[in-house]
Nanobody, 126 residues
């Protein structure tokens, strides 16, 4: 049984930082593509960042480039999202997702992810 558990969300002032972590179990983490998605209030879930299993190639949505950093620790089965210079528009529920490494390249389409965490709330006040 695959489980993804996010942590690290919370309330922060604009300009502040948060570090999200996602612990994975029940899958071959080192061979899994991982992604972070968010769902702002009243909007659809969108990709924020993704990291491939192999060479660790990464993807960032334009809205977070230069501010967010994704990383993975295959020894600890965790994927992290370092979020700096946070803006009120970053307010959302953030989800961790995983999919098989058999897919080629970075996976940014949420429909291609097989497993999802329960989400963690990030609120950025102005």
């Amino acid at each position: 049984q695959v489980q993804l558990v996010e942590s690290g969300g919370g309330l922060v002032q604009a300009g502040g930082s948060l570090r999200l972590s996602c612990g994975a179990s029940g899958l071959t983490f080192s061979r899994s593509h991982m992604g972070w998605f968010h769902q702002p209030p009243g909007k659809e879930r969108q990709v924020v960042s993704a990291i491939a299993w192999g060479a660790g190639r990464t993807y960032y949505a334009d809205s977070v480039k230069g501010r967010f950093t994704i990383s993975r620790d295959n020894a600890k089965n965790t994927v992290n999202l370092e979020m700096n210079s946070l803006k009120p528009e970053d307010t959302a529920v953030y989800y961790c997702a995983a999919t098989s490494g058999s897919r080629v390249g970075i996976v940014v389409d949420g429909a291609l992810y097989d497993y999802w965490g329960q989400g963690t709330q990030v609120t950025v006040s102005s």
